[in-house]
């Protein structure tokens, strides 16, 4: 069983930067691929980022690839997503998400097992 706590997410100006963190519990977590996912008001939940269990491997969604970047610490069992140049349309709330497969990054919700409550991250324009 793992358990994930997200934070750091809050208010920003558009252009501005956040660093969302993931802590997990369990210690298996080092073998689990990881996401970020966010849902937006009214919106259906989206894949944001995802990393390998090894940390050698991500794949980003095309509204984030550039400006977000998905790590991790497995002696801290956390995992980080950096976010820059934030938009209004990056306003949303933000899911870390574990995959016990973790041979292969996932895009889709229903691949993985475990989930945290979600931060809110809004971008004022």
């Known amino acids: 069983q793992v358990q994930l706590v997200e934070s750091g997410g809050k208010l920003v100006q558009a252009g501005g930067s956040l660093r969302l963190s993931c802590a997990a519990s369990g210690r298996t977590f080092s073998n689990y691929a990881m996401g970020w996912f966010r849902q937006a008001l009214g919106k259906e939940r989206e894949f944001v980022a995802g990393l390998s269990w090894s940390g050698d491997i991500t794949d980003y969604s095309d509204s984030v690839k550039g400006r977000f970047t998905i790590s991790r610490d497995n002696a801290k069992n956390t995992v980080y997503l950096q976010m820059n140049s934030l938009t209004p349309e990056d306003t949303a709330v933000y899911y870390c998400?574990?995959?016990?497969?973790?041979?292969?990054?996932?895009?889709?919700?229903?691949?993985?097992?475990?989930w945290g409550q979600g931060t809110q991250v809004t971008v004022s324009s």
């Open positions: 998400a574990g995959d016990r497969g973790g041979l292969t990054i996932a895009t889709v919700t229903w691949r993985y097992d475990y």
